[in-house]
């Protein structure tokens, strides 16, 4: 009895000796100082000014810290993470609720060492990505944060559940998933490819969506390699032929950025937000790096799964809902309507392990990206009250396995799932 009191004194001990440590460990993390900003700010300010604005667009700030209708930069908007809700906070020049009080010290202290006025951020904020960032960016950034109008708003940030909702413990998420170190060229490529790189892992944070996370919220070693959140599936930017962007060349993809819509893909969901708010205001050098970027990525491992056979039940009902309520828009070979209508077929979306995208759409409907090379963007309409679940699994399988796609089925089950996750609206005769 002696000896098990005595070993529960010392695991207490233990315990109580590791988390004091681990709290100071969190604690000097938190309110370390890092390097002066190092930028050349001897121009007229209005140039840095505007050179912020562009390093905003980079970076996709809109999308995240305004919700939609509502002031720019104001906060509010609701992140679905799977540990939760966060709410983007608000980064307009308000002295009181905003980040008018800050300095450029403290301001990159958030952007690109996670640490802002509560603690320690959630990586929600791709402080992960934003650490490469260069020192003339963000002063620039800082520059163009200063002129955005002011909007009192007090945002409750911190929606989660404990644990989650002690910032404390992302002393040990940084710890395992965090590299703090800028951007560094890689020697023995070109400027354009470097340039890309830097876009892509740096302020346009890339792999926030399309790199898959692990249960702990932290990306794996398959970098780009696509990723499933909040509902949406964001595809897989590597060179894979099926799946990823091996079919689409150069001017593909930066029509793609720059307008929301290519030859093989119109942008739906969080993509078409990128879009919008990000990407089509790149200069077309950057929007070129990035494709020279991705196309040079070596292919994720191919999957070779065998079309489900035209005579199969689920594929004959199929082309008959395809028949009677797709054809018109998406053509009976799924070809579309170029810039406007998504092709169907030889498509990497289609052809994606996860159907989730499709899922979305067709149960929701989609809202054509507005961009000003492409300011018409088509719908798609909702078909929840009008199909039901077996219908649109039928559908959906058939298109997966039709003109040259081959892609796992889609069960009525995936669908239920789907409608309910979705807050869809129930069949109409159901």
């Given amino acids: 009895m002696k000896k098990l009191t005595k070993l529960a004194a010392v695991v207490a001990g233990c315990g109580i000796l590791g988390a004091a440590g681990f709290i100071g460990f969190a604690s000097y993390g938190e309110h370390r100082t890092f390097a002066p900003v190092q930028a050349d700010n001897s121009g007229p300010l209005q140039g840095q000014i505007k050179r912020g604005e562009y390093v905003a667009a980079m970076g996709d700030c809109m999308a995240c810290h305004t919700v939609p209708g509502?002031?720019?930069y104001a906060g509010g908007y609701a992140l679905e993470t799977p540990f939760g809700i966060i709410k983007a906070s608000n980064i307009t020049s308000d002295t009181e609720t905003g980040i008018g009080h800050w300095d450029l010290e403290r301001f990159d202290k958030a952007v690109r060492h996670g640490i802002g006025s509560h603690g320690y951020l959630y990586p929600?904020?791709?402080?992960?990505?934003?650490?490469?960032?260069?020192d003339q960016?963000?002063?620039?950034?800082?520059?163009?944060?200063?002129?955005v109008?002011?909007?009192?708003?007090?945002?409750?940030?911190?929606?989660?559940?404990f644990p989650y909702n002690q910032r404390?413990?992302?002393?040990?998420?940084n710890l395992l998933f965090f590299r703090d170190q800028p951007f560094t060229p890689v020697p023995g490529v070109t400027a354009i490819i470097n340039r890309g790189?830097?876009?892509v892992n740096g302020p346009g944070h890339c792999a926030a969506c399309h790199t898959a996370k692990n249960v702990l919220g932290g990306d794996v070693s398959d970098a780009l390699h696509g990723g499933t959140l909040q509902g949406w599936h964001a595809p897989d930017l590597t060179g894979n032929h099926k799946v990823g962007l091996d079919q689409w060349t150069t001017d593909d993809i930066v029509s793609y950025l720059k307008t929301g819509a290519s030859r093989q893909g119109v942008a739906s969901g969080p993509m078409q937000?990128?879009?919008?708010?990000?990407?089509?205001?790149?200069?077309?050098?950057?929007?070129?790096?990035?494709?020279?970027?991705?196309?040079?990525?070596?292919a994720s491992p191919a999957r070779n799964t065998a079309a489900i056979a035209a005579s199969d039940p689920q594929m004959v009902t199929g082309k008959r809902v395809m028949e009677s309520q797709c054809n018109a828009c998406h053509n009976t070979d799924g070809s579309g309507?170029?810039?406007?209508?998504?092709?169907?077929?030889?498509s990497a979306q289609v052809n994606a392990e996860d159907p989730a995208n499709l899922l979305h759409v067709v149960l929701k409907g989609a809202e054509g990206p507005v961009t000003t090379g492409n300011p018409t963007g088509a719908g798609m309409p909702r078909f929840d009250w009008r199909l039901p679940d077996d219908n649109i699994a039928a559908v959906l399988t058939y298109i997966r396995n039709s003109w040259g796609n081959s892609a796992p089925r889609v069960t009525p089950d995936d669908v239920k799932h789907a409608r309910t996750q979705l807050d869809a609206q129930p069949w109409l005769n159901h």
């Fill in 168 to 173: 404390v413990l992302l002393a040990g998420w």
């Fill in 70 to 72: 509502e002031p720019p």
């Fill in 124 to 134: 929600a904020m791709p402080y992960t990505a934003y650490a490469k960032m260069t």
């Fill in 273 to 298: 937000e990128a879009v919008e708010y990000s990407t089509q205001h790149l200069t077309d050098p950057d929007l070129k790096a990035i494709a020279a970027y991705l196309q040079q990525l070596p």
């Fill in 197 to 199: 790189d830097y876009l």
């Fill in 137 to 147: 960016d963000i002063a620039d950034l800082w520059a163009y944060m200063g002129t």
């Fill in 337 to 346: 309507v170029r810039h406007m209508i998504p092709a169907l077929s030889a």
């Fill in 149 to 161: 109008a002011p909007v009192k708003q007090k945002v409750v940030e911190n929606e989660l559940p």
